[in-house]
């Protein structure tokens, strides 16, 4: 609830994006989401370079394998207050 509040969308929303149920959102709520849970732009940006492309196994990265933290998990990358 601290994640969505801080990033000024509702906790619904962020459940959304979450899940899946949001697949592609706005980028003005990616850039807040981000900066609540104090992930860089750029940090994103190096992961969705990692994504599998089309047609490609998921979970196939390769030699880039590079671990991540899902929005919403206990171990987000900066403390909240």
Known sequence: MEVAAEAGISV???R???TGRIPTPAFFTVVAVAD????????LRGIADL?????EPQGT???????TVPFGSATAPRALP
Do not use: N, Q, R, Y
Request: charged residues 20%; proline residues 8%; hydrophobic residues 40%.
């Open 51 to 55: 994504a599998p492309s089309a047609g």
């Open 61 to 67: 990265f390769g030699s880039h394998d590079v671990p």
């Open 36 to 43: 609540a849970v104090g992930i860089s732009l750029d940090h």
């Open 12 to 14: 619904e929303t962020l």
């Open 16 to 18: 959304k994006i979450e």
